[in-house]
């Protein structure tokens, strides 16, 4: 009995610590926690694009829910929960989108003010990254880009302004 209490305070202390590392780590999000209003364009046609983006903790805090959805004539809409991988030491994201896509990413995290998603669909999960920029505190960019034969060819980028903040 004494084994077993010894072993539940000990599993208890290693949760707790493990949830506290993935607190502090998500609070590194707090960024982008909010409403978004996005413009930018299309890199090879030129073509304006505008979405609405939010940001909101769910599941106690353990991840972030990312919503995306592009405004008309566009109809991209895309869900994706960022959280803390304890394990691999690493932010991952699955992304779902209105393709019936399933994307996975991972981040080191804030590297200067970017923070860079790369990853892809299963069973590639590479060739594909987002580019977060912080601009300010009410404004950042994000940029998609794909890899092919080895080069790095950019899709589009937007500029996001905080609604509200």
């Known amino acids: 009995m004494k084994t077993l209490l010894l072993l539940l305070i000990v599993s208890a202390g290693c949760f707790a610590q493990s949830a506290a590392g993935r607190s502090k780590r998500m609070a590194d999000l ?31 805090g353990a991840f972030l829910l990312f919503r995306h959805d592009d405004k008309p004539p566009h109809q991209y809409h895309a869900w994706a929960e960022w959280g803390w991988d304890e394990s691999g030491k690493q932010f991952v994201s699955t992304i779902q989108d209105s393709t019936g896509g399933l994307r996975i990413f991972h981040s080191s995290g804030w590297q200067g003010e970017h923070l860079v998603w790369e990853g892809g669909s299963p069973p590639q999960t590479s060739g594909q990254k987002f580019t977060f920029e912080r601009v300010s505190p009410r404004q950042f960019r994000v940029s998609y880009a794909y890899e092919k034969d080895g080069a790095w060819t950019d899709v589009d980028s937007s500029t996001c302004t905080a609604s509200g903040k």
């Open 30 to 60: 707090d960024y982008f926690r909010g409403s978004w209003e996005c413009a930018g364009k299309f890199v090879r046609s030129g073509a304006a694009i505008e979405a609405n983006q939010s940001f909101e903790p769910i599941l106690d």
